[in-house]
């Protein structure tokens, strides 16, 4: 009785949480700091006297907003899915262990500058500060955060891990002995296929201001926005990937970055020659025999009964990196960099410069492993950098394949320095375009030249993006805003420019019309013979071309060049692909689209937007879609085929309909002059909470592409303020 006395005198939050008198003291004062200001959107406005204070308060909102998205992301990086999610996730585990240790991040915490520390302190207790404060919240895993955790990404790009083309089936049949595992390679038009970044120079705008356009296509909900002020310079705006505490894509009032996926090359396999001798094992190096380091990696999971469960895993390493498999007779390790101190350091560092000479000086710490940089500034600069950490190498090799790993001539040497990466700054033109896809088109006829660079440095190919960005953006001028958005939600689908000819041919070249299949698909084949090849929610030959390419996909992966840095080529892909196609590659396709059409449906004539919708009906990370409940149509398609704001819907257990999962995420543009003009828009809405008015209330703007105002300067934020409050209350 006196046990539970005395328990019952302690409030319920410290009961739920580890959390000491001091620290929470500590937090209590830190959050009178901060104000935050949600605008009419739920938008999050964070102001605090210091640039830890402004970290402290937006992570607190951040976890108002959708807490189990932060925590998961963070799980993700330590590498204890399994522990929630089972046996299915060890793997996937195994592989972020192997790439990223967690010892190495304490270890750059510890010897971080003191005022990086005092930001990472900030990020951690703004977070248990809101545990804290929501005992009702109850984590997945992570009772307490630590300051080291943002120390486990490289550039702020949450799922930026590289291996060099490792996968998790190949790391899985390395380490269990399992040959039966078997890999296929991804040919789902779901597949994420990367952002857009637009930027317009003085010269071409109405304005004379140069103006950019932030187009990330990302998992649905996997970034919100948000405003984040202080008193010693801090004023940026823009998108985080839950659980950042820096402005990973936006704006400040000097200058705007929007960061696109890269394919620079900046990892590598290496083939090692390993002997077994007694109990360990032994690799040879210029001549000499090093031992093989082993390391025994524990994982913890739910067996199937939910249970918590533990396997160890003997893990090997060379001085290249971890062994990840073997293939073709050749034991595979990788080097990579996906964990970086002066990653964070750049990243935050972006977000208060103030010129375009601070900005190369902050891109010269060499860091940003995974993107390419689309930038505008108020002094009226654009510029594009692909990529930013990238090793030098022997040009001798082959850098697309594993190398030699027994020889030194297969090291990296010094990074390559800004100014020898691929670049341009200021083009003739007047705009920069990148779309995941080759920076030698990035301005037209005055890009950068692929001869005067090694191939490592830029395998990326073109894609149908790329072209249909190219082409609306030749189409313009006296850009505005408005302009600037409408370029940017271009429905034109450029990969139909080929594959619906080459349909057409076959069909009228081949098919009789005393032919059975003529009868079937004359119909068809007329609608899309007259298509404007544009998408709309209204198209029928929307539905017939994205429901027939879909099918064409695995067949076009299966004739693609091994070569990586072929296979990267969309567009190369599609023409090797078509040259090599027989009619019945293509007709047979189509004649099964139109039988499951009609099975599913009745008729084959459906409205695009009949089928392929937008549904958010839950909070829940991965949601179940549902035809019975409601949903909305959406007239864009995947960027695979060309589509600006990429939206990739697919068909779930049990949905005849299609339902969007991925693409535009975080949208906005923005004009520098005098003042910032911008207008934004996000995906559904900015809190995951059903029952909050900002679950949804962005959906049906998402669906139609219509923009909001962003609201930068403070007397605005004050105008449109729902609720002001310091965190906490």
Known sequence: MRIFFLFALIPVHLLAQPF???????????????????????????????????????????????????????????GRVAEIKGRSAL????????????????????????????????????????????????PALLQRFQPWYPLLWTDGSIGAINTAGINETELKRFYTGDNSVTSTRNNKEDDPTGSNGFAFAPAITASHHAILYINPHVTFYFRPEVHMVSEEGLNAYGAVTWGQFFIYQGF???????????????????AEKLTKKGNGWWYEYDHVQKPVIQKKIVLHYLDNNNRPSTTTINSLFTHHGPLMAKRHGQWLTMKANNRSLNGLIQSWQRTKTKSFAEYKQVMGLLANTSNNTVYADAEGNIAYWHGNFIPARDKKYNWSRPVDGSTSATEWKSLHTVEESVHLYNPSNGWLQNCNSTPFTVAGVNSPKKENYPAYMAPDGENFRGINAVRVLLATKDYTIDKVIAAGYDTYLSAFEK???????????????????????????????????????????????????????????????EDEYEYVDQVKRTDHFLSVAKPADLLAPLKETITELKNKFGDWQLNWG???????????????????LPSIPVGFVSSLWGMLPSYNARYFPGTKKRYGVHGNSFICAVEFGEKIKAKSLLAGGENGDPQSNHFKDQLEMYAKGQFKDVLFYREDVLKHAEKTYHPGQ
Not at 546 to 557: F, T
Not at 610 to 628: P, V
């Open 20 to 78: 000491k008198q001091t620290e929470i003291k500590h937090w209590q004062a830190q959050a009178k700091q901060v104000t935050i200001f949600r605008d009419n959107w739920g938008i999050p406005h964070v102001y605090g006297k210091t640039d830890a204070d402004a970290v402290f308060g937006l992570l607190y909102a951040q976890c108002e907003d959708d807490f189990k998205r932060v925590e998961m992301n963070y799980i993700e990086k330590l």
């Open 91 to 138: 793997y996937s585990d195994l592989l972020i262990r192997l790439v990223i240790d967690s010892a190495d991040a304490i270890a750059d915490y510890k010897k971080s500058p003191p005022w990086l520390q005092k930001l990472m302190n900030a990020f951690a207790d703004g977070i248990n500060f809101y545990l804290y404060k929501h005992p009702s919240v109850k």
């Open 252 to 270: 400040n009032e000097h200058c705007g970055w929007m960061h696109t996926s890269s394919s620079v090359d900046i990892a590598d396999l290496y």
């Open 499 to 561: 594959l619906v000819p080459a349909l057409v041919n076959a069909f009228e070249t081949t098919v009789a019309k005393t032919d059975s299949l003529y009868a079937l698909l004359a119909a068809p084949i007329a609608e899309l013979k007259k298509w404007d090849l544009r998408c709309g929610e209204n198209s029928i030959a929307t539905t017939l071309a994205v429901e027939w390419g879909q099918k064409l996909i695995p067949k076009m992966v299966a004739s693609a060049d």
């Open 610 to 628: 009949s089928i392929n919708r937008y549904q958010r009906i839950s909070g829940d990370i991965d949601q179940q879609y549902n035809d019975q």
